[in-house]
């Protein structure tokens, strides 16, 4: 009898080519029906509107997971009566009421976070730590907004047009009903993440979530009305998107969209038919810029967790590395060891390094963008390789060199574990190549001189950069605003904008002791005469 192999010792090829390790198999193992039990599906599902039934599956085997209630658009006009009736009430409660219920509802979150964490894996496909991240960041805008959002709300006094005579107060009420469309692959931090600013500002929500990742989305809601928030408040909505989408957008009085940039094109069509606000976060092909005085061993691994967590299935992980001609050997050299050595898993735990990408259409991007990279001249230096021993879509973290212009890899977002290497002379050149996409979005620069660093990352063109990190840094970082330049966006989540977009601003003026316009008999020259006198003497006084 001969020994069964090991499944966490790298493979090799009969080419002599070693993948990717195994990540060891967790003591207990869990699977999809341990956790999508039936009685938990009806508890999610509790008053979500759908005629239909829908399906969703899991990445990691392929099975299904759950059927749900599948929407119509006359299941969402019903889905908005039911928001616009709840908003009133909600709305009427003070900012600091609505804060305790985000700061409940991040005490639930941390409580019982192997739940969730247990539906991103299933849904998404991706490691455990890497679901994890949704878990931080949520739990980060949770504080903030419920600890912040009074003093963002609060009624401002402003300097009127005439000094002690003008008084000027800024309002900001909510919009309404908010139309979220989130995308499936960060389906907790997309969906709730971006709910609860808006619902700190006193607004419902109708949300599309993606329907193979819904229950996470359902899941972060329950949390949500347990904590406090009336349940018509927040509704949920399944189904397909060039049927759902629309009616989302039909009816909100103002539009959240993450996703791809073709549809967010579509989206902003139709909020700007109807004159209504939107907010848009789009694709991305990031760049991360090695300098030729980087710690490469710290720039080296940033690199592996800027690449290939949540198996680059991230709208701000990068696609691109550029190089200091003079450190790339040995740059390279330590980010292969350490790409080759990810263990890649798809159990319910700990450990794997990378997970599975989250179907059959992202598999086939990812295929058809290094195949033709490959056939074009392109070098793989390390994985390239559909890995069906571990799961049906689990695809080597995968690092090509020569990549060119007329390659797809090159200019399309692949939204994979897959990053081309490139070479460059000095900082003027970086930035150029950096700045070469239509795409905005995070960037990435890595170099023992922090000034150096700030001065090249104020030259990309990229609505968040940060320095000697992937991309948390920036993103984590929940007071500073986090969006999108050029084709990878409109707006900003986070900070002060993600939740004032979510608030229409009302400026009420209230004119003492005598009007704008001639008074006390003055002829309309003297008048004249005596607001020029008065807005020299404000300029010579620099009243603002």
């Known amino acids: 009898m001969t020994d069964s192999p090991d499944r966490t010792a790298p493979r090799t090829d009969a080419d002599g080519a070693v993948g990717n390790p195994v990540a060891p198999a967790p003591a207990v193992a869990r699977g999809p029906r341990d956790v999508v039990t039936p009685e938990l599906v009806a508890h999610l599902t509790r008053g979500v509107l759908g005629s239909g039934r829908t399906a969703n599956h899991t990445p990691l085997t392929g099975e299904l997971l759950a059927e749900l209630p599948e929407a119509g658009p006359e299941d969402v006009a019903e889905a908005y009566r039911r928001a616009r009736a709840a908003q009133a009430g909600w709305a009427a409660a003070s900012p600091r009421e609505r804060g305790r219920v985000l700061l409940r509802f991040h005490d639930l979150l941390m409580r019982r976070q192997d739940e969730v964490l247990d539906l991103i894996q299933l849904e998404t496909g991706k490691a455990r730590l890497h679901a994890h ?101 927040w ?43 939107a907010s848009l976060e789009l694709g991305g092909k990031n760049a991360l810029l090695v300098l030729a005085d980087a710690d490469l061993d710290r720039a080296a691994e940033g690199a592996v967790r800027a690449c290939f967590s949540s198996a680059g299935q991230l709208c701000i992980s990068m696609e691109r590395l550029y190089v200091h001609e003079s450190v790339a050997g040995a740059f390279l050299d330590r980010f292969t060891a350490r790409t080759r050595a990810l263990p890649l898993g798809t159990a319910l735990a700990y ?44 695809y080597e973290p995968t690092i090509l060199e020569g990549v060119q212009p007329p390659m797809a890899v090159c200019a399309e977002e692949t939204f994979g574990p897959v990053v081309s290497v ?122 603002r």
């Open 422 to 543: 490139y070479r460059f002379r000095d900082e003027d050149e970086a930035v150029r190549l950096a700045n070469a996409t239509a795409f905005g979005l995070n960037s990435s620069v890595w170099s023992r001189d922090p000034r150096r660093a700030r001065r090249i990352a104020a030259r990309l063109q990229s609505g968040t950069v940060n320095i000697n990190e992937a991309y948390g840094a920036a993103y984590g970082s929940v007071r500073a605003p986090m969006g999108g330049m050029k084709d990878s966006g409109l707006g900003r989540r986070h900070g002060a904008e993600g939740i004032m977009k979510y608030t229409e601003a009302q400026t009420i003026a209230t004119q003492r002791i005598m009007p704008l316009g001639p008074a006390f008999g003055m002829s309309d020259e003297t008048y004249a005469n005596l607001v020029g006198r008065s807005l020299r003497l404000m300029k010579a006084l620099r009243l």
């Open 235 to 277: 509704q949920m909505v399944i189904g397909e998107g060039p049927v759902v989408g629309p009616a989302v957008v039909a009816h909100a009085d103002y539009v959240s969209f993450t996703g791809s940039t073709r549809t967010g094109r579509e989206v902003a069509l139709g909020a700007a038919a109807r004159l209504v606000g």
């Open 351 to 394: 450990g794997a390094g990378m997970g599975s990408l989250a179907g059959e259409r992202q598999l086939a991007t990812v295929t058809r963008h290094v195949e033709e990279a490959r056939e074009k001249g392109a070098t793989v230096v390390t994985g390239g390789r559909h890995r069906p021993d571990i799961g049906p879509y689990v």
């Open 133 to 233: 991240e949704e878990v931080e960041i949520v739990a980060i805008a949770a504080r903030h907004y419920g600890l912040k959002a009074p003093a963002y709300l609060r009624a401002r006094r402003h300097a009127g047009a005439l000094p002690a005579l003008t008084k000027v107060v800024e309002l900001h009420h909510p919009r309404g009903v908010v139309g979220q469309i989130a995308p499936w692959n960060y389906p907790l931090e997309l969906s709730v993440g971006d709910a609860l600013p808006a619902l700190a500002a006193g607004n419902a929500l109708v949300t599309k979530p993606d329907t193979e990742t819904a229950l996470t989305a359902l899941w972060a809601r329950r949390q949500l009305i347990e904590a406090g928030l009336p349940e018509d408040v």
